[in-house]
T-cell receptor
Framework: DSGVTQTPKHLITATGQRVTLRCSPRSGDLSVYWYQQSLDQGLQFLIQYYNGEERAKGNILERFSAQQFPDLHSELNLSSLELGDSALYFC?????????????FGQGTRLTVV | DQQVKQNSPSLSVQEGRISILNCDYTNSMFDYFLWYKKYPAEGPTFLISISSIKDKNEDGRFTVFLNKSAKHLSLHIVPSQPGDSAVYFCAASGTSYDKVIFGPGTSLSVIP
């Protein structure tokens, strides 16, 4: 158990809909990262938050947004969903804001858009 | 443009032998490298890391080698065990680089 909790584990929704994925980081970790893993793809970095503020941005679509709340949990919002958004979405957390530290991953949310 | 490459999508090794997983990177701003292991239906778990001030880091059966001039690193697993069968991701980040970038992964199968 990495200590990172993601909910829900599975989500099935229709095209055009909006969903929210939730992540609770390890106790004490200030950084939260979101990654997308599509079929046969590696982990694509989406966005990072550190202590409530956006720290780094990757290949995140404009239809996607995220935030980190004062209690450090984070949410990833996906809107106007398309079939191609079906993927595993991972959240990870790390201590401090240091880039040279390992991140601990949750078990992921599997999103299926039909 | 893939900044972290793992050119072997899969690798099969006999139990007890050495597994060598390779990773290449293109961005010279990377100075910290990590390896993660991922089992199906689980999130990646951290395995081992190396800073660019070193050329080798060892942890039990796992050793990571870094060749900065070639922008290449490799993970050696000796001896390989069936429980090592998983997807291995190489990742890179840096002091002056905000993001942690993952490679596409190599699926390792250790045959008993």
């Amino acid at each position: 158990d990495s200590g990172v909790t993601q909910t829900p584990k599975h989500l099935i929704t229709a095209t055009g809909q909006r969903v929210t994925l939730r992540c609770s980081p390890r106790s004490g970790d200030l950084s939260v990262y979101w990654y997308q893993q599509s079929l046969d793809q590696g982990l694509q970095f989406l966005i990072q938050y550190y202590n409530g503020e956006e720290r780094a941005k990757g290949n995140i679509l404009e239809r996607f947004s995220a935030q980190q709340f004062p209690d450090l949990h984070s949410e990833l919002n996906l809107s106007s969903l398309e079939l191609g958004d079906s993927a595993l979405y991972f959240c990870a957390s790390s201590s401090g804001g240091g880039r040279n530290t390992e991140a601990f991953f949750g078990q992921g949310t599997r999103l299926t858009v039909v | 443009d893939q900044q972290v490459k793992q050119n072997s999508p899969s690798l099969s090794v006999q139990e007890g032998r050495i597994s060598i997983l390779n990773c290449d990177y293109t961005n010279s701003m990377f100075d910290y490298f990590l390896w993660y292991k991922k089992y199906p239906a689980e999130g990646p778990t951290f395995l081992i890391s190396i800073s660019s001030i070193k050329d080798k880091n060892e942890d039990g059966r796992f050793t990571v080698f870094l060749n900065k001039s070639a922008k290449h690193l490799s993970l050696h697993i000796v001896p390989s065990q069936p429980g090592d069968s998983a997807v291995y991701f190489c990742a890179a980040s840096g002091t002056s680089y905000d993001k942690v970038i993952f490679g596409p992964g190599t699926s390792l199968s250790v045959i008993p």
